[in-house]
């Protein structure tokens, strides 16, 4: 199974991590950790191999590849000496990337955007003679959309988007445009994508399962480890409060509060599933252009034991944002593909271990989750 | 089903804030936090309800419990009102705290003060006609004591405790005892109480369920939670580092080098268990005697993620040491008991999820240790 | 001497504080822990006597001091059994407290409001027999008020003051009022208060000291000790920021945007005023209701040293707000009744060392202000 | 002015970072972030300019430095491309590298080998034309050395040396040669160095002056910048508690109980200084090899305030070892040749800015020693 493995935002930090990365691994160069799809619990799922990965995307400006990388290298996400040695990877992966839609006005209808993609995916699935193409977006967080009634009508949908108006959020047009290219879609971020109920009914209708949204790879994801020994151990947390320092690109759209609330929100939802309650406490997202690539979050939680006593615990996690993502997109790709295969269509919820909001709800405990995410993986079949 | 709760260290902070505390759940004044068998998922295991326990116990000396309620009621342990509250509860487990053993010179032989112990233990069960007795070692931690080949044979030891050498710890003398007496017997410390091959063959043989040891309430609890978070996601520890700050009675006994010593080896089994390989850094236990009942835990981890970039976890836990103890003692009791009840002997490795060196091995993780609890006890039948 | 201390918002958790402390430490019950000016330094300065401060002030609701000070005591602000041990001293206190301003709506002019403080003010002296007053402002925070041409012109100001509208707001009619009275004015808060143009000349017209704004109890304290670390060694911060979690009723009132930033604001002028360059990184004031009478700040600071290698410090400062605040408040009545009996008017710079945002500007760095403190507080004489 | 500045340990991570920082901020290619002596405050002091230093050394091993720069390049410590853009400054003091001493069996008297250290001292000076050279230790830091009647005894001393027996550790050893050849000596480590009666002795006769001990970039640097603050403000500290965690081959030497011991003691005295009493908690300095170059101090101080309410304060600093105290050791070379210049002998008290645990005692409170070295340095004048 040769798979196409499609970037919405191909040049970002994100999607240059994963290019590297992918080319690094594939030649043996550096060990796969932060790959769960490389440990023994997924050795016999029969994923496509790393070097089945066909890398190609949308981008709406950017840097070449290779000089994207060298910046990395220079800010310490990938080693020094990596772009060099997989450059024929990244402008292989250069040339499959395509001018994203949306960059500016006299943009015509969005039905043009959306026949724009569709022309690019089967294009690429078939020049590169690929089994199938996921289509992840790893594209800068879009602020929120407003809610119309065609997203919840197919049919009044598609008249909508002839029209002149706008009447989907980019996300959504890219996400649309894979379904009817017949591809599966993730949702890195916490844009809205496909999480639109005329889009599910697409999805649904064209047997393509889809994914998301908005990876977990920091505070999020400590709280949903952190969480459930709350829960467990019968202790009543009574606040949870949380600041994240960004720096980086992303660190600058979320900063734009807007944008930030449709983060936050997606944040908070997972702490009250898993403690059966709300607590007190806010979350703030602040962008501190000084420290680049790296993200620090502490969180401080308060919480009543035996006899009313309260207690603390904090953390302070620190990260480097695009290295913990990537091996993400790479795992969400190959498990994405590998549903595909197996004939699942709609929300893909065994991936929840994945997503700080994940599609179709489930389980937001992370131990939970992964235990889903093993049995759901080693059981998929193929479909006929 | 009336059930003993028999509390070697039987004035200490854990044994007075269990006292205290059982009392105020009973009457309604205050709801059970951190009672793990209060909450919904353990309603059908038939646990002898908190009324249904009976406190007593042994100890060399301490305060009454009154005096000792007090005591933590002005260090904010408890509330400041419960002690009045409950003072009936008090005085009558006060009436039944016995001399412990071990408290001096001219001792005799082991044999008798395991038949003192015994005497002590039937009295109590017959006494207070009670269904049966579970007894749970609270007492302050011992320093190692030296491996014998007595300990492994259980004639050969029966015949040295007759001699007048100490062949077993005090925490194996109460062991014995307890089994000897027909009681489950639940080592909450991390001395060496039941944890020796002779001693589980008497267990076996008498058709006694025994668990521990070392309840986990702290450092160890959060890294439990914290470790499969890694694993999971594929994420490569390096090292994990942490200091304990405690003050209290505990913190004097642990920071004696040699007991500290059997704390820290207890704590390190698990993070390996978990992650599959051994990681540098070493854990302190600091006694600071200005921090009273209270203890803070400083963790650092050092973790290796995607191509190579290092990254950083920190937490600090803040904890009222006798708080987090207390309703573990209570869920430890009212779980042994009904095990008992079912027939089962042995160590109890379905209790691992409240310890920090669970008997008899099985998971450290503690989501994992959860569900296998709840699946566990609510499985449990009834013996005929 | 006799001095009285006259403080708006006299059932306050500070203003409680004070009162109770201050009575205890006159009866000798508790050392004067946290009290500048019990500390050697000072010894020479002619202070007046703890027990020379007579209490009285302003509240607009409130329950009882006395009942105010057991809530006090079961937050653990004060000890358990001390409200019962200065009940005397609580009763006296509260015969002085007077309705404050801005109660509600028909309020009349700002002129009425002023000539019933002035006239509370008066009579408190002259009934008690008190050689002068002091009023600290410790009263809720208020929320910005619009600049407005006759805060800069005294003549303006009275005729102003005169008329229906609010020319000021309520923390500058109070301060307006006291220096009318003859009293020197301390501003514990970072309300408007006396730092207006007009009011700077009425206090230097009347000969009377004045002092502010908005005590430093958490995080600017050990943002200004920790600073000038950073710029004597020519490390070069990069991003500065921090989360303050706020119980009580203080977090409540910042919560509210607009009074926050005018504590934000106070808050962000020391540290450039260190560094001699504005840093990166957002303050934010969280209202965290479980928290009570506790706060905690949490800073991160990014700095740059040697060949540009990038570094880091964290703190994390946990502090009980009114315990912190209450000693400073004595210490500052004392030292401004001392700089009244020495003559000093307008300003008190040298009280700096007490201050997120010090009136007059002067020294930010913590150690610096405490130097100069002291020369000043020794230098002291007695006006003709 | 011409100044030698002589590193013993030439080819550690401190020295090497020095010599190649140095080189990038005499070209221009950085600024000097860390370098006290390059503020403002110091431009009058007629310090000699960094294009004025010209680096030698001994030591017993190690790489060559151009290899070293490149090892410290890849860990992040000096900037990727700065080894290339440097080689010939590395060259020229790699060619001024001498063998150390004590490397070995078979070593003969410390006579022998302190007039070695003596020829190399001088044959430097001479050969380079430099007006002083300044002797810096920045050797591993050695363990406690036995105290010996001989230490207090110069003439004893000048005996014992010419035994067969070691009658001085390998430091002081060196310290002794600088003295005779007539360099100003600095010791930057623990190791016992100058800190000998007969070696002080021997500099005040010699007319040399000498400073140390124990360069402060951590952990103290923090400790000493924060206790200040609570003396001021009359917080009663209780307990201060800490744990460093660090890599590299320093971790590793400190690692060793003993000389781990040594560095210890020098951290408490400063505290107990500041204070004015001792306070409980221990420091622990733990080697994590993982950590490479980099160091984290955690620190945990409990402290009692008003009413005796306790609070908390903690601080993580995370640093880079050799680009902390590389600027530091231009500073000391610079501002001794100074003093060296302006007459002084002795022990250099007013640089105890710098130190741990500085020789003569003084102040330890950091913003007091700043102030205290920037009067001292803009005081000096030219010796006749
Ligand atoms: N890094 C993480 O840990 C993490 C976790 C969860 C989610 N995410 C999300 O992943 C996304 C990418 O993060 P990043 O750090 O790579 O950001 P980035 O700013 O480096 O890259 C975003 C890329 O998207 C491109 N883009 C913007 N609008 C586009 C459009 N309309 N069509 C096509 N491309 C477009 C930009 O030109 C840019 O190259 C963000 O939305 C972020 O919130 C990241
Ligand atoms: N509090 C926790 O979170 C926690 C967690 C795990 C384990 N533990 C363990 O629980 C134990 C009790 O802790 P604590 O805080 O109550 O300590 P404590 O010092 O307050 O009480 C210990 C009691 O044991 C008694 N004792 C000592 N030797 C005895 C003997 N030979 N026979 C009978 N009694 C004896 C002492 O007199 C004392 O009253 C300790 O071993 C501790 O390590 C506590
Ligand atoms: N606690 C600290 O460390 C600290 C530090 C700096 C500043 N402050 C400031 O001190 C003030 C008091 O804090 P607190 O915790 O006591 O708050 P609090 O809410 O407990 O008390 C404020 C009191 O002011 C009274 N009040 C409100 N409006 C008034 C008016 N117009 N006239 C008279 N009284 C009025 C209220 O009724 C209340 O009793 C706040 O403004 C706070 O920001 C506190
Ligand atoms: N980095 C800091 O922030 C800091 C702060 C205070 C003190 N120090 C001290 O500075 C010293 C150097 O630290 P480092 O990180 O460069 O260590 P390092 O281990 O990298 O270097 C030490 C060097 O000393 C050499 N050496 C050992 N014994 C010698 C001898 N007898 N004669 C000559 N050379 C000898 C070694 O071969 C090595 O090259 C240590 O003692 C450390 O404790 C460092
Ligand atoms: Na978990
Ligand atoms: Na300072």
């Not at 440990?39 to 590849?65: K, N, Y």
């Not at 967080?141 to 598609?158: K, S, W």
């Not at 809205?192 to 599910?200: E, I, K």
């Not at 709609?346 to 235990?371: I, M, N, R, S, W």
Request: charged share 20%.
């Amino acid at each position: 199974m040769r798979v196409g493995v499609w970037l919405v935002g191909a040049r970002g930090s994100v999607a240059t991590t994963v290019v590297t990365g992918a080319a690094a691994l594939r030649s043996g160069l550096l060990p796969p950790v932060g790959c769960v799809t490389e440990t023994p619990g997924f050795a016999g799922v029969g994923l496509p191999p790393l070097d089945a990965l066909v890398f190609g995307g949308h981008d709406i400006g950017g840097s070449p590849l290779v000089e994207r990388a060298e910046e990395l290298a220079r800010a310490g996400v990938v080693p020094a000496l990596l772009p060099a040695a997989v450059t024929g990877a990244l402008t292989e992966a250069e040339a499959e990337i395509r001018p994203g839609i949306g960059g500016g006005p006299g943009r015509g209808s969005q039905r043009g955007e959306a026949e724009r993609v569709i022309g690019d995916l089967v294009s690429f699935r078939e020049r590169r003679g690929l089994d199938r193409v996921v289509v992840i977006n790893v594209a800068s967080t879009e602020p929120p959309f407003e809610v119309r009634p065609e997203h919840a009508d197919p049919a009044a949908l598609e008249r909508a988007m002839d029209g002149p108006e706008e009447v989907l959020p980019l996300s959504s047009v890219y996400a649309y445009a894979a379904l009817r290219a017949g591809c599966p879609y993730v949702d890195f971020t916490p844009s809205t994508g496909v999480r639109l109920p005329a889009l599910d009914e697409l999805a649904r209708a064209e047997g393509l399962p889809y994914a998301g949204s908005d990876a977990k790879t920091g505070e999020t994801l400590v709280k949903t480890a952190l969480a459930p020994m709350f829960a467990a151990r019968a202790l009543a947390v009574r606040s949870w409060s949380g600041t994240n320092l960004l720096g980086g690109g992303d660190g600058e759209t979320l900063a734009d509060p807007a944008a930030g609330e449709s983060k936050k929100a997606s944040k908070d939802r997972a702490l009250a599933a898993i403690l059966g309650h709300r607590v007190e406490g806010e979350t703030h997202i602040d962008h501190v252009p000084d420290m680049g690539e790296w993200k620090t979050a502490w969180d401080h939680v308060t919480f009543e034991g035996f006899l009313g006593v309260r207690m603390t615990l904090q953390f302070t996690w620190q990260g480097c944002d695009s290295a913990l993502a990537a091996p993400l997109v790479l795992d969400l790709a190959r498990l994405t593909a590998r549903a595909h295969e197996a004939g699942e269509s709609g929300p893909l919820t065994a991936l929840g271990f994945f997503f700080k909001d994940p599609v179709g709800g489930g389980e937001h405990g992370l131990d939970a989750q992964y235990e889903r995410l093993r049995a759901w993986a080693n059981g998929l079949g193929v479909s006929a």
